[in-house]
């Protein structure tokens, strides 16, 4: 009988020969994904250093300064509520169709509506064709489930930590190209000073440039991205079994039968339900999906709002409580933003999530938008005091650019916990839809709300709290989002853990 023996080095070994190794990405498909997610902050982007000088064209104010706010506002919400209404179906669809042709569908929608926003004269015009990029682009959520779906508990963190490059890419891009080839024939007149076209549509050339980047996207995907969906079904059986499941419902409550399995059969909703397979909606909303997207959405909310008043404070005259910024300059600032962003994301995140954890650089994150949100008075102060744009006025921009970065390490952390919220892999598009429409509907709220509150407290005849009641409100949302991510657990969800019941 041999007797076992254990010592103090004993618990330390066992844990180092259960450790996990990294798996290495797949930087094949990683790439092509992260090329396909440039599309949607590239079209989103490029109207920003414009679209205040773009309501000033379309004559929709009047004249009157103080309402190009409430319209850019509302300008930028209706892409997402049109998207807050499909995106969810979209998802949905990819789970049973497969990623490609969602994906596919999706870049068309960015390419056509980018060049009917160019060829807008009116606002409503660029309204309409906001409406359809935001219909027809379900792409956020599959791609995110894409990336879930060819990594795994090791390596998810690191590829989470290189997805900021399409944004930040497309946050420094999409600005640049907006600034500076909007108004061409003004800008540049040596180049393209006698184009009647461009004297006629001054914003084409911007938009053009991300559109026909979205249709090559499409090429792409077609030629080179693989699926990852492992049995998708055409769209003609999605459509014969869905009305085959219908007419079997029918049938049964007509003859007084219920074949539906519930809690009262005793039988584990795990036990019968394949894991390859999407599982349904009702049995996707428990407790940990449910925090997760209430997290996400308050996450959005904060920082849409942010996004959306700074390119309108940036252009705003000084005496109105803005900075006085021509749309190039705006462009440049944004740029430089983005560039940062993506370098501090890439090398800074996977070690920093390491070392503290999820949680923790989730509220951090979080908590960072009070700094960048008392910035904004800061910023109109100095160049008030200072009749113009001194180097202390460019040092505080710096200063809340860099303050906003750290809230981008936020996304990367939900997105984790997004992910664990998952049953399984193959409902990961629905998971991520779900809480997409939330984030879309945050996303539609917070402009338009945003950039009414910033016109309302510049209004010469209110004046509220000085001018600064916009930045006392996102302070607010920003107070609420933390108290939310309170919710959230110390440690990430394993699927080795029970899930939480749904809370009624």
């Not at 080839?181 to 914003?203: A, H, I, M, W």
């Not at 933390?482 to 440690?491: E, K, S």
Request: contains cysteine; aromatic residues 10%; proline residues 6%.
């Amino acid at each position: 009988m041999t007797v076992m023996t254990t010592d103090e080095e004993t618990p330390l070994l066992h844990e180092q020969q259960h450790k996990k190794k990294r798996t290495p990405l797949p930087w094949a498909q990683f790439t092509i994904l992260l090329v396909l997610q440039l599309a949607e902050p590239l079209t989103s982007q490029v109207i920003n250093p414009f679209a205040p000088q773009f309501i000033r064209d379309s004559g929709i104010t009047h004249g009157d300064e103080t309402r190009v706010g409430y319209y850019v506002g509302l300008m930028q919400s209706i892409f997402f509520a049109t998207q807050a209404l499909t995106v969810l179906h979209w998802s949905r669809l990819s789970d049973h169709l497969g990623r490609k042709p969602i994906i596919m569908t999706g870049l068309f929608g960015l390419s056509l509506s980018m060049y009917a926003f160019g060829m807008s004269t009116t606002y409503w015009g660029a309204v309409v064709s906001r409406s359809l990029n935001g219909a027809l682009n379900g792409n956020i959520g599959v791609l995110k489930s894409m990336v879930a779906e060819i990594t795994d508990s090791t390596n998810l963190p690191q590829a989470y930590a290189y997805l900021p490059i399409a944004w930040a890419t497309g946050q420094a891009i999409g600005p640049a190209i907006g600034g500076y080839l909007s108004r061409p024939t003004e800008q540049f007149p040596d180049v393209f000073g006698n184009s009647q076209f461009l004297k006629d549509y001054p914003y084409f050339l911007a938009c053009a440039v991300p559109a026909t980047f979205s249709a090559v996207a499409w090429l792409v995907t077609l030629l080179f991205l693989k699926e990852t969906v492992t049995s998708p079904m055409s769209l003609r059986n999605l459509v014969r079994l869905r009305t085959s499941k219908a007419n079997l419902q029918f049938q049964n409550v007509a003859s007084g039968q219920d074949n539906r399995v519930g809690p009262a059969d005793g039988v584990s909703l795990k036990k019968n339900v394949d894991e390859n397979k999407p599982l349904p909606l009702k049995a996707l909303l428990n407790n940990r999906v449910l925090v997760s997207a209430l997290n996400y959405a308050c996450l959005a909310l904060v920082d849409i709002m942010l996004r959306s008043v700074q390119p309108v404070f940036f252009a705003t005259p000084v005496e109105l409580g803005g900075l006085g910024l021509p749309p190039y300059m705006i462009g440049r600032i944004l740029s430089v933003f983005g560039v940062l962003n993506g370098v501090i994301q890439i090398f800074f995140f996977a070690k920093i999530h390491d070392r503290f954890g999820t949680k923790k650089v989730y509220v951090v994150g979080l908590a960072s938008a009070l700094i960048v949100f008392a910035s904004f008075p800061l910023i109109n102060s100095l160049a008030k005091a200072d009749q113009g744009h001194s180097l202390f006025v460019w040092a505080a921009v710096g200063f809340q650019i860099v303050s906003s970065i750290i809230i981008n390490f936020s996304y990367g952390c939900i997105f984790i916990y997004i992910t664990a919220s998952s049953p399984n892999k193959a409902s990961l598009g629905t998971v991520n839809g779900f809480c997409q429409v939330g984030v879309s509907i945050t996303r539609t709220i917070g402009p338009a709300t945003a950039n009414s509150l910033f016109s309302l407290s510049i209004d010469k005849q209110h004046h509220y709290l000085g001018g600064n009641l916009v930045y006392v409100v996102l302070s607010f949302t920003a107070v609420l989002a933390l108290f939310v991510a309170d919710q959230l657990p110390a440690r990430v969800w394993t699927h080795d853990d029970p899930p939480a019941p749904r809370r009624s």
